[in-house]
């Protein structure tokens, strides 16, 4: 045994042959572990609740580990035979040269993390571009290897290594200073501290239920006639276009009908909006008190001040570090695994959500149907002499789909019974102001940021993809001061850039049906700015000629928006 491994050593000969395994290790492991979830990071840093400093301690962790592991396999196959060592060294390479084109080359069509379940066989071209790239690297590496002589092939694989984690480790530098990582993330975001004070005087609340389309929500609509009676008071905009295919512009664009076209960063625009959108300040003035109540919106500190009456400060804690880990690491291999692989790395992005805390132990507020539900039952309404604006923006029947229509969570809901469950959440509430003696002094809003396509039908152009098609037709109820009469239907042509006006109209006694300029039988054309999910760098402006759930009458004007 002690020849053997003398034979093996030959005087550090094994040092020699195992260079190239060691760079190899050390590159791949690199990109996979430290590079692929930091430049992630980095491009996205917004979206995440998490700041640097969480994501260090894990990604040094799992480099060091998977690197520890590549080197004694490596030496393991470098004992049992050359042959089996060389074997390792081609399928490793090629593995690395692969995963980085999958990478860096191939994610302009990913599914999205949003929580939508993946249709992957709507992925096919994907799958098959993907899978033809892994059998071509894989065949040229084989030919390199069987064509070149093997201390070619150590120093070719050496080379290569030392260029590509030079290049990596230049480029993530530059992001991380550039995306200014280091700072300590502190947030502000919205509480529970006064959702049910209501006034004496006029409120005026904005139930937003995400993600309901209108022509699915009136299928559920006709198999509960009980609806039509809870709902009494309220007219119904059959016909109302949303004015994007999601929350983060659509949001802004209800509550002052400003249109964002990418001339400026969106944040900015986002901040502006909510701290001084005309309709704010109108209400400001007319001595109300604004709160907002949504869990995904988080601020830096200081940034809304005096916007809105219910932020607090936040602080989080890892709930859970074995499945952050595992969330981080299939995170990566959604982009860098193969097509082949990647539905064994999707994951609901929610489960990466962060348990959080505020100094004075102010209860945050839950978007969950379920939630504000208990929240509706438990909690009693107060009052109080000013008056009130609330914006609740609640799950609705967003993915993924937990409920049933009594907002119990069951393992086979669907986006049907999710429709159903925003109703009866929806009726709990109209229920809870009318017995506190403060429905008719409020007007009342009830409407979807944006539709939904329940059907998947892909339609494939540069512009659309299956997660857009169908987004433009949210529902639309509203109900004006004390105002009494049977549930009525609208087919006015609305758009939600028309709401701000009616919102004037509303607060100066218009009735829902009359708060409108458009009428049931005027045409017109309505606006709509398309993009791709995570791709609102890039907006196509489509106009709607016909009726506001016809996909054949929304029609492509020519004009983009492209962010600069």
Same mark, same amino acid.
């Given at each position: 045994m002690k020849s053997w491994f003398k034979n093996k050593w030959n005087k550090g000969k094994m040092l020699a042959e195992l260079k190239p395994a060691l760079f190899l290790s050390l590159t791949f492991c690199f990109m996979i572990f430290i590079y692929a979830p930091l430049e992630f990071y980095i491009n996205n840093s917004n979206e995440f609740w $998490?700041?640097?400093?969480?994501?260090?301690?894990?990604?040094l962790k799992d480099f060091l580990l998977f690197f520890v592991i590549s080197l004694i396999s490596f030496t393991v196959a470098y004992f049992i035979a050359k042959i089996v060592y060389e074997i390792a060294l081609y399928g490793y390479f090629a593995c690395m040269i692969a995963c980085y084109i999958q990478g860096n080359f191939m994610i302009k069509n990913l599914p999205p993390l949003d929580g939508t379940e993946i249709n992957w066989t709507l992925y096919r071209t994907e799958t098959m571009k993907s899978t033809i790239m892994w059998i071509v690297v894989a065949v040229i590496c084989l030919i390199g290897f069987f064509l070149l002589k093997y201390d070619k092939i150590k120093k070719l694989v050496s080379y290569i290594s030392i260029f590509m984690i030079l290049m990596l480790g230049s480029t993530i530098t530059v992001l991380a200073v550039n995306g200014d990582i280091f700072t300590k993330k502190q947030y502000e975001k919205f509480n529970k501290l006064d959702q049910f004070e209501m006034s004496t005087d006029t409120n005026f609340i904005i139930v937003l239920l995400d993600a309901v389309d209108e022509e699915c929500f009136w299928q559920v609509w006709e198999q509960h006639p009980e609806y039509k009676e809870e709902m009494r008071d309220f007219t119904f905009y059959n016909n109302t276009m949303s004015g994007y295919a999601y929350t983060d512009h659509s949001l802004p664009l209800i509550i002052s009908g400003e249109w964002y076209e990418n001339k400026e960063p969106f944040l900015d625009y986002?901040?502006?909006?909510?701290?001084?959108?005309?309709?704010?300040?109108?209400?400001?003035?007319?001595?109300?008190?604004?709160?907002? $109540? *949504?869990? /995904?919106?988080?601020? *830096? &500190?200081?940034?809304?001040?005096?916007?809105? +009456? +219910?932020?607090?400060?936040?602080q989080s804690s890892l709930w859970d570090a074995p499945l952050f880990n595992k969330r981080i690491i299939k995170m990566v291999g959604m982009k860098y695994a193969p097509y082949l692989l990647k539905p064994k790395c999707w994951f609901n992005v929610d489960?990466?959500?962060?348990? *959080?805390?505020?100094?004075?132990?102010? *209860?945050?507020?839950?978007?969950?149907n379920k939630a504000f539900y208990d929240d509706l039952k438990e909690d009693e309404i107060s009052y109080v002499d000013g008056k009130r604006f609330k914006l609740i923006h609640l799950m609705g029947a967003h993915v993924p789909f937990y409920y049933d229509k009594d907002v119990n969570v069951i393992d086979n809901a669907n986006y049907y019974t999710c429709i159903e469950s925003s109703m009866t959440v929806t009726m709990a509430y109209l229920d809870k102001l009318r /017995?506190?003696?403060?429905?008719? +002094?409020?007007?009342?809003? &009830?409407?979807?940021?944006? #539709?939904?396509?329940?059907?998947?039908d892909a339609i494939d152009t540069p512009q659309r993809n299956e997660n857009e098609i169908g987004r433009q037709h949210p529902i639309l109820f509203i109900k004006g001061l004390n105002e009494n009469h049977d549930f009525q239907v609208s087919g006015a042509p609305i758009s939600f850039e028309d709401?701000? #006006? @009616?919102?004037?109209?509303?607060?100066?006694?218009? @009735?829902? %049906?009359?708060?409108? /300029?458009?009428?049931e039988g005027d045409q017109?054309?309505?606006?709509?700015?398309?993009?791709?999910?995570?791709?609102?760098?890039?907006?196509? /402006?489509?106009?709607?000629?016909? $009726? @506001? #759930? %016809?996909e054949s009458t929304l029609i492509p004007t020519g004009r983009v928006f492209d962010a600069k």
């Open positions: $998490y700041d640097a400093y969480l994501l260090f301690p894990f990604i986002q901040i502006r909006i909510f701290k001084n959108s005309p309709f704010f300040e109108y209400l400001k003035k007319q001595d109300y008190t604004l709160s907002y $109540y *949504e869990d /995904e919106y988080k601020f *830096e &500190v200081g940034v809304m001040d005096g916007a809105f +009456n +219910n932020l607090a400060y936040t489960m990466l959500n962060n348990q *959080e805390m505020t100094p004075k132990d102010e *209860e945050l507020f839950s978007w969950k /017995e506190a003696g403060v429905y008719d +002094n409020s007007v009342i809003i &009830v409407l979807s940021d944006h #539709g939904y396509n329940i059907e998947g709401l701000v #006006g @009616a919102y004037y109209k509303l607060l100066d006694g218009a @009735a829902s %049906d009359d708060c409108f /300029e458009y009428k017109r054309e309505r606006r709509y700015l398309l993009y791709k999910y995570l791709g609102e760098d890039h907006m196509v /402006e489509y106009m709607q000629t016909g $009726y @506001a #759930g %016809d």
